[in-house]
């Protein structure tokens, strides 16, 4: 007889609270809206909570005063009148225990008595009824004893239910009219500062704030996945810090297979392990796995029992298990020796095939351990997705899995790894790369060759097209144009970027020999083809090529709708620091410069400087040169002539250590032309003779044609000249190079170039600028910034006259003061006064002294409008 009390004992009373319980205020507070309800839900999977939260509640309104019944179900419950005994029981031992009297009650039918006694209570004061593990009941009576009851609408009961299952009971009603609290499972998981409180609680072993967040991202926040690694955790401290635990583990392992797995169909178990291997599912891709065609239905009953089964956000039916519960039966899968995986992995990625989802496709491929079908089907169908989407690590993945006979003898997947490492700047690898592919065309028997005939691919017009690549990224124009000219007018293949990527690398080329029309010709008719497949970096490649056409022309309206369009994409489907959000970012710089808004210029510029850790690829030599170069003459126009210096220097080492030669050429020409418009013409002819030495080199790689690099080399040479006083040598000279830019349409290299002239010989601007009011600060490049440019009054760095601090500065303390302003150094100081480096330390003590300042900056910002 005790045993059976013991028995009903544990039944009708709630469970003690264990070891590691927090209090999860988002959640037990909840108990004091319970009573407002006539029915409140908590379902979710085994372990995740639902027991812990009910007894919260229940001891909360216990002590609010509130009847409680406490009712834990069993297998015996799945009886109907089974279920509505045990209810009875439970409330007439509660009552007792509160001391309130048992009414008699005059009627055989359980369900009938059930009824009655909680209306008689319930008319007495409120009551709530906590349900635990309904699921085990409802199978009997289909949810008949829990509608009787809601029916009878009682004022002063609710009904609290925990199941692992959605109950069958007619819900909808009651949420709609309000009168129905609901928890679902996503709610129960913990969050990342409840890990952190339960771990505190439970471990005996410290736990890092790392560690702690680690197991929350592991465990999806699921409560017996927490308590279990805690158990791990104890058992073998430091476990964290190695690797967490897998679903496989023997202490998740014991627990999936005791509370989920046993009693479960065979088919159901089947079904469980056999899809086990995808990481998403719908009814459709099971059906291809196991092989039957009862997908939907199991998905249903599996969402429904809520086993561990969540629905993937989106408007189709997909699906995912836990990983952990994943893992659990990925390894029942594999102990069993009657499932073939592979062949499992193979039917899943015939699925993805026939199903337009490739990239899954060869990921199952490869588990299947089928390589070769792997790159036969990222050559056939994953290349335009690949490239699209710029998914160039997996790329990089995937050829490293292939064995190299796969990968040899596919010449589209070797062609891809060249362009690969172009982007890199792995110039030598990818012309080793190129040889392969040249000695496997030669021979017309292998199997590339095979390949190549059967597709319709152009080896050798693509070897020559990859060529140019290498001429157009590494710096050799010469080079890069003629392998253009090789391929002469004939037109590549239309498979994968053949004809499309001829005609984006060939307008670069194009464009920087000066044939600006043909250059826009060619960027538009590949942008039409990029836009159409999606190929998202294509196309903001070939619209930047456009907008560098446009500022070439001073148009620069149009170039900023062009580059505007250009960034956007590439902030829809590229990170932030990625090269393709800064190749616009540099255009819209210059942009941002011509209009004399230094600020956003900056903050564009600076946006497109690759980390000192940059791992993306390099693209375009413009990227880092438009960046480097406008940063430091906003530097120069803002008094931070210094910053201007730092930001060159980093830029040259940079181009000088990874052997970017035009990089190194272009910064170089900079500095020089850069130390003759600060007003220091001995630095400027160091830079020059120092230039003077790369000379034979940049000869050989960039044609006469190639005005981006000689107009501005040929602007160095003038100021030499002139130095040297041969004036009228040099301004014929820069005529000359204006002139060319006329007849090529490149008005804003002339124009800046006749500002340029017009300055060195003392006569006003050019008429001809007067008519394209569009061109801003662009046309003073040339010139010096504290002379001839000053910056925009919008700018914080605005100098004042110098009369105002005249009674407290002397003469040459304001002239020093002046020249910091412009951002020089004491060494420029110096020499642009003709005075000793020394003498100027000691203007600029006595000045700082006098203005009660400590640093350049604070003297300049005391100054700017008292002087």
């Known amino acids: 007889m005790s ?57 909360a309104l216990m002590d609010a005063g509130v009847l409680t019944v406490w009712y834990s179900t069993n297998d015996a419950d799945r009886d109907p009148l089974g279920f509505a005994d045990g209810l009875i029981r439970a409330i007439e031992v509660n009552l007792s225990r509160a001391g309130a009297s048992i009414p008699s009650l005059d ?52 009904i609290v239910l925990a199941s692992r299952s959605r109950p069958s009971i007619p819900i909808g009603r009651l949420r709609v009219n309000g009168e129905m609290l609901e928890v679902p499972v996503e709610d129960l998981f913990f969050d990342e500062r409840e890990t952190e409180d339960f771990f505190r609680a439970t471990s005996s072993v410290p736990v890092s704030a790392e560690e702690s967040r680690q197991m929350h991202q592991y465990t999806e926040g699921w409560a017996a996945g927490l308590r279990l690694a805690s158990l791990v955790l104890g058992r073998m401290p430091g476990a964290l810090s190695l690797s967490p635990p897998t679903g496989s583990h023997r202490a998740f392992a014991e627990y999936f297979l005791e509370e989920v797995i046993l009693g479960l169909p065979d088919d159901v178990y089947r079904f469980l392990t056999m899809t086990s291997i995808l990481d998403a599912l719908n009814g459709g891709l099971c059906n291809a796995v196991t092989g039957q065609d009862n ?54 990625a015939q699925w993805f095939i026939e199903n337009g989802s490739p990239m899954d496709a060869v990921r199952h491929a490869f588990l299947a351990r089928r390589p070769a079908w792997a790159a036969e089907l990222i050559e056939s169908y994953c290349l335009y997705d690949y490239l699209s989407h710029g998914r160039f690590e997996i790329f990089s993945r995937w050829m490293q899995q292939l064995p190299r006979d796969a990968r040899e003898e596919r010449p589209l997947l070797l062609f891809l790894q060249v362009w690969r490492s172009i982007n890199l700047r792995r110039f030598l690898q990818a012309e080793q790369t190129l040889r392969t592919i040249e000695d496997a065309a030669a021979d017309k028997q292998s199997r590339m060759s095979i390949i190549a005939r059967e597709t319709g691919l152009d080896i050798e017009g693509r070897l020559h097209l990859m060529r140019a690549l ?72 070939s619209r930047c090529i456009a907008a560098m056409c446009y500022l070439t022309r001073g148009w620069i309206r149009e170039a900023a709708n062009v580059a505007e369009d250009a960034l956007r994409i590439a902030q829809s489907h590229f990170g932030e620091q990625s090269y393709m959000v800064a190749l616009p970012s540099a255009l819209l710089g210059v942009i941002a410069f011509n209009d004399g808004d230094f600020d956003r210029a900056e903050r564009f510029w600076t946006r497109a400087m690759p980390s000192d850790a940059m791992t993306d690829v390099s693209g375009l030599c413009e990227r880092l040169l438009i960046a480097t170069i406008g940063l430091a003459r906003v530097y120069d126009a803002t008094g931070r002539s210094e910053d201007g210096t730092t930001v060159l220097v980093r830029a040259s080492r940079r181009a000088y250590e990874g052997e970017d030669f035009r990089l190194e050429f272009q910064l170089a020409i900079e500095r020089a032309d850069r130390a003759f418009r600060l007003g220091n013409p001995a630095e400027g002819l160091r830079e020059w003779e120092r230039l003077c030495l790369h000379l034979p080199e940049a000869r050989r790689r960039y044609p006469p044609s190639a005005w981006h690099i000689w107009d501005p080399f040929h602007v160095v040479e003038a100021r030499a000249s002139i130095e040297a006083g041969q004036t009228g040598s040099a301004l014929a000279k820069l005529k000359e190079v204006a002139g060319r830019a006329r007849r090529e349409g490149r008005l804003l290299n002339a124009l800046q170039i006749e500002t340029l002239i017009a300055a060195i010989a003392g006569e ?38 110098a009369t105002a601090l ?22 420029d100081i110096a020499r642009k006064l003709d005075i000793n480096i020394n003498t100027v330390k000691s203007h600029t003590k006595n000045l700082f002294a006098k203005l009660g300042v400590k640093s350049r900056t604070q003297a300049i910002l005391a100054t700017l409008n008292d002087m």
């Not at 001429?471 to 391929?487: E, M, P, S």
């Not at 006003?764 to 910034?785: F, I, K, M």
């Not at 005249?806 to 060494?827: A, H």
């Open 107 to 158: 009627t055989p039918d359980a369900l009938a008595r059930l009824v009655a006694l909680l209306s008689k209570r319930a008319g007495s004061g409120p009551i709530a009824l906590f349900i635990d593990d309904y699921h085990l009941a409802e199978g009997g009576d289909g949810g008949d004893t829990i509608n009787r009851i809601l029916a009878a609408r009682m004022p002063q009961l609710t």
């Open 295 to 348: 997908g939907d239905a199991m998905l249903s009953f599996l969402e429904e029992e809520q086993l561990f089964l969540a629905a993937l956000p989106g408007p189709q039916r997909w699906y995912k298990y836990h990983h952990l519960f994943q893992e659990f039966l990925q390894a029942r899968l594999h102990a069993e020796t009657r499932t073939k995986v592979a062949e499992l992995h193979a039917r899943a």
């Open 806 to 827: 005249s009674g407290l500065l002397t003469q040459r303390e304001i002239e020093v003061l002046e020249l910091m302003q412009w951002g020089m150094s004491n060494g």
């Open 3 to 59: 045993q059976r009390t013991s028995l009903i004992n544990r039944h009708i009373s709630p469970p003690r609270a264990s070891q590691g319980v927090i209090n999860r205020p988002r959640l037990t507070t909840l108990a004091g809206t319970v009573m407002q309800h006539r029915l409140c839900l908590v379902h979710a999977p085994a372990g995740s909570g639902k027991t812990t939260l009910l007894a919260q509640w229940h001891e």
């Open 764 to 801: 006003p601007r050019p008429a001809d600028t007067q008519n394209h009011p569009e061109l801003g600060h662009l046309l003073s490049v040339y010139l010096s910034p504290r002379r001839d440019n000053p910056p925009s009054t919008s700018t914080r760095r605005t100098p004042a006259p």
């Open 470 to 541: 290498i001429g157009a990224y590494g710096g050799d124009i010469a080079g890069g144009l003629g392998h253009i000219a090789h391929l002469g007018s004939r037109e590549l293949d239309q498979l994968a970027f053949g004809q499309v990527d001829l005609d984006s690398i060939r307008s670069y080329l194009v464009l920087h020999e000066g044939n600006l029309e043909l250059a826009e010709k060619l960027t538009w008719r590949a942008n039409g083809v990029y836009d159409a497949m999606s190929c998202h970096w294509g196309g903001i490649h």
